[in-house]
T-cell receptor, first 110, second 116 residues
Framework: GDSVTQMEGPVTLSEEAFLTINCTYT??????LFWYVQYPGEGLQLLLK?????DKGSNKGFEATYRKETTSFHLEKGSVQVSDSAVYFC?????????FGGGTRVLVKP | GAGVSQSPSNKVTEKGKDVELRCDPI?????LYWYRQSLGQGLEFLIY????????KSGLPSDRFSAERTGGSVSTLTIQRTQQEDSAVYLC??????????????FGPGTRLTVL
């Protein structure tokens, strides 16, 4: 069945550091790929998405590129802020449901 | 516009009791989903409704779990004879089209269920 694997956290960074969260997937067919973010005390929010190979999703300085050849969708941000502290979930949609990775907690220190 | 709303935000119940959780999707969204977020299992799909089609119940963990969607809008998730392992945050999401490439699911704030 479909599955998503993402790096375990927590990831602790200093402000303005570069952030990468690795995400790889296994799926039949051609899924859409998503990154969701959960800020402390808040619900899940869509951060970015990509629907086909080589698409790049971007939002709030975050980027991720749909790599079919490596079945990956790594999340990157060049310069993180304290406000980026959150739990990040990689997910795929193949059909009518989302399959999520385990989540990566990111803590950005001033 | 209004997002997905869920009620109650918190529910504490005793083992063996039944509970009902409610979800109001975004107006105009035809697809509605229930997920469960727990420490041990992460985020798990439970059930999917699309218009008037038969729901996809493939994620429901046992026959104690059921859900309905009335009038294509509000949905209720019912857990009968609750067990301690049912303790989790139950998330509802809705989307415009459902099962279409790139269709985005919008999540509610969740109901935190604690079974004592």
């Amino acid at each position: 069945g479909d599955s998503v694997t993402q790096m375990e956290g927590p990831v602790t960074l200093s402000e303005e550091a570069f952030l990468t969260i690795n995400c790889t997937y296994t799926a039949t067919g051609y899924p859409s790929l998503f990154w969701y973010v959960q800020y402390p005390g808040e619900g899940l929010q869509l951060l970015l998405k990509a629907t086909k190979a080589d698409d790049k999703g971007s939002n709030k300085g975050f980027e991720a590129t749909y790599r079919k050849e490596t079945t990956s969708f790594h999340l990157e941000k060049g310069s993180v802020q304290v406000s980026d502290s959150a739990v990040y979930f990689c997910a795929l949609a193949a059909g009518n449901k989302l399959t999520f990775g385990g989540g990566t907690r990111v803590l950005v220190k001033p | 516009g209004a997002g997905v709303s869920q009620s109650p935000s918190n529910k504490v119940t005793e083992k063996g009791k039944d509970v009902e959780l409610r979800c109001d999707p975004i107006s105009g969204h035809t697809a509605l989903y229930w997920y469960r977020q727990s420490l041990g299992q992460g985020l798990e799909f439970l059930i999917y409704f699309q218009g008037n089609s038969a729901p996809d119940k493939s994620g429901l963990p046992s026959d104690r779990f059921s859900a309905e969607r009335t009038g294509g809008s509000v949905s209720t998730l019912t857990i009968q004879r609750t067990q301690q392992e049912d303790s989790a945050v139950y998330l509802c999401a809705s989307s415009l089209a459902g099962a279409q490439p790139g269709d985005t699911q919008y999540f509610g704030p969740g109901t935190r269920l604690t079974v004592l």
